[in-house]
């Protein structure tokens, strides 16, 4: 009973496992693929930026 259950939970983490590395592996490379310049991280701080120079 014990062993059957850990081997089907085992079965589960390798598939698991398994579609973790996928989704990592496109996340990797969507990000490669996007323009960063077109990004939200800098379309953010160049807002931040300007925001903070018009208050000075």
Known sequence: MITRKLTENSKELYHANKKID??????HKQTNDTDHEGSFSTRYN??????HSMAD
């Open 22 to 27: 996928l989704l990592k592996r496109n996340l």
């Open 46 to 51: 160049r807002s931040y930026a300007s925001d």
